[in-house]
């Protein structure tokens, strides 16, 4: 299914950037008041993140949202 694909492509950039921060989703979960399992299912691209979402986790990660879609088709 098309739609898996992409969240899954989407979860491993929010993961790859969540990373390279050297944060833990529990760190990630504080600053975004996105619950951990939120950000494990999202991660592991079984969430179709809202737009609002997804602006709060670029933002906190310091990267750009155009960044964080980078590569998703």
Not at 10 to 29: F, M, N, Y
Not at 35 to 43: D, G, M, N, P, Y
Request: aromatic share 6%; net charge positive; glycine share 10%.
């Amino acid at each position: 299914m098309r739609g898996n694909y992409i969240y899954g492509r989407l979860g491993k950039c929010v993961s790859a950037a969540r990373k390279k921060r050297g944060l833990t989703q529990e760190d990630l979960s504080g600053i975004t008041c996105l619950h951990r399992t939120h950000i494990a299912r999202l991660e592991r691209g079984e969430l179709n993140p809202s737009f609002w979402t997804l602006l709060s986790l670029s933002r906190k990660l310091k990267i750009s949202l155009s960044y964080l879609l980078r590569g998703i088709k």
